[in-house]
C-alpha cells in the first residue's frame, strides 16, 4: 500500500474507531472511494466495536453468575481494541488487533 493511499484514506480511519456509529459514517464515506487503507481499519474497527459487545454481554453474565465484580473491567475490552486499532490509524499502519484481528 503507498503512502498516498494512507494519506488519502487516514481521516476515514480514524473516524471509524470512534464508536460503532463511526464505523458506519466511515463505510458509507468510503463506499464510493474504495480506499484500501480506511477499508482495512473500517474492517478492524467494526471487529473491535462487536467484540467488546458480546465480551459486554458475557462479562454481565459471568458477574451476575458469579458475583466476581472485577469481571467488570472487560466492559472495556472493545475500547481498548479500538484505542489500539486508532493509533495505528494515526501513525498509518496496517497492522490488525490482537485477538480478533483475523476474524472474518
Given at each position: 500500500m503507498d503512502q498516498s493511499t494512507i494519506e488519502e484514506g487516514k481521516t476515514m480511519a480514524i473516524i471509524s474507531y470512534i464508536t460503532l456509529i463511526g464505523t458506519l459514517i466511515a463505510f458509507i464515506m468510503n463506499n464510493g472511494k474504495q480506499n484500501e487503507f480506511a477499508k482495512f481499519h473500517i474492517g478492524q474497527a467494526l471487529r473491535a466495536w462487536l467484540a467488546g459487545i458480546v465480551i459486554g454481554i458475557i462479562a454481565g453474565i459471568l458477574i451476575g453468575i458469579t458475583g466476581i465484580g472485577l469481571l467488570g473491567y472487560l466492559r472495556y475490552a472493545g475500547m481498548v481494541l479500538a484505542i489500539?486499532?486508532?493509533?495505528?490509524?494515526i501513525n498509518g499502519k496496517v497492522e490488525k488487533i490482537p485477538l480478533v484481528g483475523d476474524i472474518g
Open positions: 489500539m486499532g486508532l493509533l495505528n490509524a
